[in-house]
């Protein structure tokens, strides 16, 4: 049951302006109540690593948190420690900062990744960091992003995996001299991809 600390009318079941961290910790660990987690994660006072834990259910709210980039000044390194669930959800969200994307890429778990490439809105800048990556399907993905410039598209439609350049082929806006070098691509797959767009 939580403390007098914690209640604040007319809402008597959400934290107080002045709960405590720990008092926020036994709120979120004795209650499965949605609104009050959400209210948690908002809350100026949660600790860091309690964030972490909401963000996967709460990525707004975490983000809305006012605390959140003093935290980020002072425990940077445990939010780099977030699992890539937390911070694939936070990346996610469209009006996601930009530092967490750049935390989302350097994340050691792909997922986390992967919900930057799939965001709606992508600068050069961040498609060319995810085209650069290893992960062959994430370069696919990045094939597909309707951001992507002729720059990248050229560099995508010499990629070394077929599988990229298949993602490519199935572009309407293949500059003529990439739709030229498809046509004759070593796979029949991406020619006959070509053959079938005339």
Known sequence: MPGPALLT??????PAPQATAAELVRLAHDTTAPHLLEAVARHP???VTLL????PRY???VLDNPALPL??????QQIKAWTGLAVSRLAAVDTAPEWVQELAMRH???QARWA???RARLSQERLKQLAGRSEWQLRAAVAQHSDLNAELITQLSADAEYSVRLAVSARSDLPPEVRGRL??????LIRRRLQMSV
């Open 9 to 14: 009318p007319p809402n008597l079941d959400l």
């Open 45 to 47: 006072n949660t600790p």
């Open 52 to 55: 972490g834990e909401l963000a």
């Open 59 to 61: 990525p707004e709210a």
């Open 71 to 76: 935290l980020r000044l002072a425990h940077g």
């Open 108 to 110: 050691p778990e792909p």
């Open 116 to 118: 930057v490439v799939w």
């Open 183 to 188: 046509r004759k691509d070593p796979h029949p």
